[in-house]
């Protein structure tokens, strides 16, 4: 059995067997581990899944609201680098017929609008990290 195991952990081609192995292996140890965690005790077993789940899933919440934040900073970014890209290509136009003011407003538009964008990404990242430290203080306290 255990050559079996071995020959399979070993496999180097890019197959689904050596997916499937994978998954099948993982599954085996956390069935494994939560059935001594129950045989063990029952109540704390209870408690840590409860935790576990809740953690999970403010920390898949968390991480989403995260990258909508990312995307929209570089959404942003991008449209303060146009309108600039834009205006210097046109410059020569925009001299001509004297739009300086209107160009360079059209660019701090969209700069107050890049900086809004880190900004509210910022508040969120300081969120998250408020959040992972109360966890980090209970588990802690919990020792």
Sequence with gaps: MRLLLRNAASCCCCCRCCYVF???????????????????????????AA??????????RLSSTRRLAAQACARAAASSSQAAEESLSA??????????DLEASRY??????SCAAIDAAT?????????????????????
């Design 123 to 143: 508040c969120q990242q300081q969120a998250a990290k408020n959040v992972v430290e109360f966890l980090q203080r209970c588990t802690l306290c919990g020792e």
């Design 108 to 113: 701090a538009a969209a700069e107050r609008a």
């Design 22 to 48: 994978q998954v099948v292996h993982g599954s085996v140890y956390v069935v494994g581990g939560l059935a001594l965690c129950v045989r063990l005790d029952p109540l704390l077993t209870l408690a840590v």
């Design 91 to 100: 410059l020569r136009l925009v001299k001509a017929y004297g739009n300086e």
């Design 51 to 60: 935790t576990g789940t809740a953690v999970g899933l403010l920390g898949r």
